[in-house]
């Protein structure tokens, strides 16, 4: 039995995890297509009938004590006409809390140049758009704050979302995603130069190498290897991306431990290397294990 996601901040056994395990190499298997399919009832679980370890309402704090530390002053000094893009939003309160006057009185710093806020834009696979979510949109200018659904994130072109200052994934697509330099490379495209993308993953095995798989016999919850099946750290692979400069915090306290990532973008060039799914396993994050190409 393993424990899942968001331990973060509720440890929880997910029932759907001990109904089969995936094996490598399950490209278009079926086993695949099985785990796809798990993991979609996950994503689309009705109100109430969520698993208790998938978590769709962090708060704004929630992900300002999570990502890294410049995260909160770097969202503080956006101004009206920069754009804060949140992948895997769940029900949107980030974007939310970001609009209330509670965030200007605690966020004094970058007042006078945030005058009417930056735009925000929410991706979800499922819509979990709330009647406040609703309420305040209508209350903002058109556009002001968006939300889109249905599509992943590799779904959406240039042209549908543009450019973005900000970029946050918090046990989003990052976590979830099954092409994970796919993915990484579609958000670096929206990101804008000097613009900086703060996400996390659960479970790795962290930069200095000093924490172990958090579940007894388990593997990490995202693994990559070289073609001969020596070990690439995720902290590793990321600094391989041209164009970034990418610094690693593991926060050891989390349980499960997470390491935050701060990818911060500085040419035009970026180029992601290229990863092969050798296993996905539905969860709340999954088990992925990748391959470097070549
Ligand atoms: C566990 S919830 C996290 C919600 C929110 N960040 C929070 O912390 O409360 C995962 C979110 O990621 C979204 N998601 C998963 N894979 C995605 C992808 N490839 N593209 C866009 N969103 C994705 C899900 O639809 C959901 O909104």
């Not at 704050?145 to 240039?158: A, G, M, N, P, T």
């Not at 330099?181 to 613009?195: D, I, N, T």
Request: glycine share 6%; aromatic share 10%; hydrophobic share 35%.
């Amino acid at each position: 039995m393993k424990k899942t996601e968001t331990g973060i901040f509720v440890l929880f056994i997910l029932q759907i995890l001990c109904l089969g395990t995936a094996h490598s190499a399950d490209s278009p298997s079926a086993t695949f297509k099985e785990e796809l399919s798990k993991q979609e009832e996950i994503f689309r679980s009705k109100e109430g009938r969520v698993p208790e370890g998938y978590t769709i309402d962090r708060t704004l704090e929630d992900y300002a004590q999570t990502l890294s530390s410049d995260f909160d002053s770097a969202l503080a000094n956006l101004g009206p006409k920069d754009r804060w893009l949140d992948i895997g939003a769940g029900k949107g309160n980030a974007i939310l809390d970001y609009y209330t006057p509670d965030y200007d009185l605690n966020h004094l710093q970058g007042h006078a140049r945030r005058g009417e806020k930056a735009k925000a834009v929410a991706i979800s696979v499922e819509d979990r758009r709330t009647p406040l979510w609703h309420q305040t949109a209508a209350s903002l200018v058109p556009s002001q704050i968006q939300y889109f659904f249905e599509k992943r994130v590799r779904d959406y072109s240039l042209g549908e979302l543009g450019r973005f200052q900000v970029i946050t994934d918090l046990l989003g697509g990052f976590s979830y995603t099954d092409e994970l330099s796919v993915f990484l490379e579609k958000v670096l495209g929206f990101l804008e130069l000097k613009g900086t993308f703060y996400t996390l993953l659960q479970d790795v095995n962290s930069q200095e190498g000093t924490n172990r798989p958090f579940y007894a016999n388990s593997p990490y919850l995202t693994e990559i290897s070289n073609a001969d099946d020596s070990e690439v750290k995720v902290c590793v692979w990321l600094k391989r991306i041209t164009c970034v400069e990418v610094s690693c915090e593991l926060k050891a306290q989390w349980k499960p431990p997470i390491e935050v990532y701060r990818i911060h973008k500085v040419c035009d060039e970026v180029s992601v290397p290229a990863l092969v799914r050798m296993h996905y396993q539905a969860g709340t994050p999954p088990e992925r294990r990748y391959r470097l190409r070549n």
